[in-house]
């Protein structure tokens, strides 16, 4: 099948299918005489994996490793299982920083009138002016 019919069958970009393939992550494809790539259900299968894994949040490297894991018939679980471990704690690491973001975000909409006036706190914070006056709050 072609690049576009692999993409479709796998959920994966055609141009990620490519940097994909660039990087190492997964073999290179095979080529017709023309040149065009060619894929079988096996590299549809990878590409599910892929996906799958960075849909999971996985980062590159350890989408290699994953693979590396998936294809070593005589791996142990036991190293499967620290690998998604340690990706639980990346991911609550994440959410704990987004939920940090969420928050000053609401203190900064909070503060803000959401007026005809100019002055806003939100962006005071973002250009590194701090937030302490109300939107719309005069200064002297």
């Known amino acids: 099948m072609t690049i576009g019919e692999a993409a479709r069958e796998s959920g994966v970009s055609a141009k990620m299918i490519r940097y994909y393939e660039e990087t190492g992550l997964i073999p290179p494809a095979g ?22 894994a960075r849909d999971l949040g996985f980062p590159m490297e350890k989408v290699a490793d994953l693979l590396a894991l998936w ?22 690491g994440r959410i704990r920083e987004m939920q940090a973001m969420k928050a000053t975000l609401e203190t ?33």
């Open 31 to 52: 080529r017709t005489g023309s040149g065009y790539r060619t894929y079988g259900p096996k590299e549809v299968q990878i590409l599910r994996f892929v996906r799958r």
């Open 71 to 92: 294809r070593d018939r005589d791996r142990a679980s036991a190293d499967v299982k620290q690998l998604a471990e340690a990706q639980i704690g990346a991911l609550e």
């Open 108 to 140: 900064l909409v909070h503060a803000c009138a959401g007026d005809d006036r100019p002055d806003c706190p939100i962006l005071n914070d973002l250009g590194g002016r701090g937030s302490a006056t109300h939107c719309g709050a005069r200064t002297n």
